[in-house]
Structures are given as C-alpha cells and as structure tokens.
C-alpha cells in the first residue's frame, strides 16, 4: 500500500515537471518571437546591410540616399538593384504608412504628429528600435528623445525621409517620418523647403533567400524540445 502510494506521489511529480517543461518552451518561443523583430541577415555587394524585421515581414536597405524630391526618390527605390549572395534583388520601394485626413496629436491614434506606429517608418522608429519622440503621448516634452537606438543599421540618420505614401486628399504632397523627432508629417512634394528635400530609405516585402533563425533561439528551443523527450521517457519507465 505503501509502494503504491510512492509510486502515485512520483507520477504526479514526473507530471509536474513535465508539465513545467512543456510551458518553458512554449514560453522561450513565445519570447523570442515578441523580442526577435529585426535580424541583420548580411550585407550586398556594395557592403550595406540587409534587415529583417519579421513584425511586418519585410526587408529593409541600410543605405540612406541623398536628399531629393518625392518622384526622384520614388524612382531611385522602384530600380535599386541590390545583389545579396549572388541573388538580384529588384522588388524595392519606398517604406509606406495609412493615408487617411491630416490630424496632429501625440497619442499614436493620429494620422500626424509624434508616436505613431502605423506606417512601417514609425514601426521602426518606435516598435523595433525602441525610440522616443521628442513629446510623450500628452504632449508634454520627454528626456531621451531622437534616434539614440539604431539597431544594426548603420547608414540611418536622424534626418526626415520619404514615404511612397502620396496624400489622397492633395496629391502634391507625400508623408514622411522625422528620424530626428519621432514626428510623422506631410510634405511638398517637389519644392525644396527651408531645410531641404527628405532623404529616402528603401524596402520590399518579405525575407531575403537563405536566412535562417539566429543559432541562440534554435538552441534554446531544441534544448527544451530535447529536455521534454527525456521527461516523457521517464514519465513512461
């Protein structure tokens, strides 16, 4: 009877653990995917770097060109030709945001204005790279603001660039994002304003050939993965 009761107690333990274990894994992946946006997956032929971010699954150009206005920008993106591992990479454009009416604020519900995260230049800015605009979401002026973090860029600038987004409601202006400030705004297309044409980042959709999940999280996933398999062994002796 003793034995018996040994025996139970040592299962439900083994069940335990092995429930334990199941949750660290599901928890390891849960956290690598919410903590592992952006990847640098190597540079072209000209040296600049190629980056993931897999929130929005597309590929970002760490090359920042000159200021220009709207169209020319447009144009350079549309035919950049990136030669990544002996692969040809034509598909660029201009990064993009949701075009709706023009309204400032600060609370990231705004079409203009500081923190907002709905075009793919202030996903960047503040979802990936953990930036601060230079105003809080109630408009009051916030210590550590501008582009402190860059990540594994190398070629961005705390500078304001083009979106490919044109207004819908006056098509002589486009959207750009400030890197400096965190401030999403609209601007003329084609006339040089007081501080100059934005410059242009490049992107396309999707991942680049041959990437592959960084070693850390694999490793950590297969440890778990390898650690339940011993568990259930033993669950089942």
């Not at 199941?22 to 600049?48: M, P, Y």
Request: aromatic content about 12%; charged content about 15%; hydrophobic content about 40%.
């Amino acid at each position: 009877m003793r034995a018996r009761f040994y025996a139970k107690k040592e299962c439900n333990r083994m069940k335990e653990i092995y429930s334990f274990l199941l949750a660290l894994v599901l928890v390891i992946g849960l956290s690598a995917q919410a903590h592992a946006a952006l990847w640098e997956r190597g540079t072209d032929s000209l040296g600049n770097r190629l980056i993931y971010d897999d929130d929005l699954n597309i590929t970002w150009y760490d090359y920042t060109n000159a200021s220009d206005n709207w169209q020319n920008q447009v144009d350079w993106a549309s035919n950049l030709s990136v030669d990544f591992n002996g692969l040809i990479y034509d598909d660029w454009r201009l990064p993009s945001t949701v075009d709706d009416r023009y309204s400032p604020g600060h609370s990231g519900s705004t079409t203009a204005g500081s923190n907002i995260t709905s075009s793919e230049m202030g996903h960047l800015f503040y979802a990936e790279l953990g930036n601060k605009s230079y105003f809080d979401t109630v408009g009051n002026l916030q210590p550590g603001w501008g582009l402190i973090n860059v990540g594994d860029f190398q070629n961005l600038m705390a500078a304001s660039y083009w979106s490919g987004t044109e207004y819908s409601l006056n098509t002589s202006v486009a959207w750009v994002f400030n890197f400096n400030i965190g401030v999403q705004a609209l601007d003329t297309k084609g006339v040089i304003a007081s501080v100059g044409y934005p410059k242009a980042l490049a992107v396309r959709p999707g991942d680049v050939a041959g990437a592959v999940p960084e070693p850390s999280t694999v490793l950590l996933l297969s440890a778990g993965i390898a650690g339940i398999g011993v568990m259930r062994k033993l669950f089942r002796k």
